[in-house]
């Protein structure tokens, strides 16, 4: 019996641990978030399509090649709030980057939607059909993370606050937007 127990256990632990695949959200309509939740927008820059990005936090999740096309995409969530880190990018079935500690961390603040940054990855195959990362790099890009979403969910936006939470700071969002309700006041 205990055997039984003890397996029943280890199935529970494993399952716990993988991570939720998710994708973006589509549709311009604010939803009632938890007390503890907030958005995550995140751009992802490639100039080939990704398999997928593990982001581990406080919920473990998942982005899949439906939201990793080529090109440039954003990509809006809503996400339990805490810290995170962009784990691993999987170029392809058999490719993938592991990423370093410290540039890849970022914070999801209750009941506002933060910007993290654009996931930048150019990417080659050479004549033995590796895989290889020419540019990989989160950079910030807050104007057109501001215009984006001033054009795709204006709803959203009216009624939270857009900062950046990636690495290190830029005050530039909550300056716009203060900026933007100064003259709507006017």
Known sequence: MKLFTYGLWLITALLAGCA??????????????????????LGVDTNQGLQSIDIDGP??????????????????????????????????????IELEEGH????????????????EVQTRSNF???????DLKLANRSTEALVFMEEKFPSIL????????GPGTDPFLQRMQAQQEVAANE
Request: no cysteine; glycine share 6%.
């Open 20 to 41: 939720s695949t998710v994708s973006s959200i589509k549709e311009d309509k604010d939803i009632n978030l938890d007390v503890d939740a907030g958005y995550l927008l």
């Open 104 to 119: 890849w961390d970022f914070t999801i603040r209750p009941g506002g939607i933060s910007y993290v940054g654009h996931v």
């Open 59 to 96: 919920k473990d999740i998942r982005l899949t090649s439906a939201d990793l096309r080529s090109g440039t995409q954003y990509i809006l969530i809503d996400l339990a709030a805490g810290d995170y880190r962009i784990e691993e990018i999987k170029l392809n079935r058999y490719w993938y």
């Open 158 to 165: 009216q009624n939270r606050e857009l900062r950046y939470d």
């Open 128 to 134: 033995w059909l590796a895989q290889l990362t020419d």
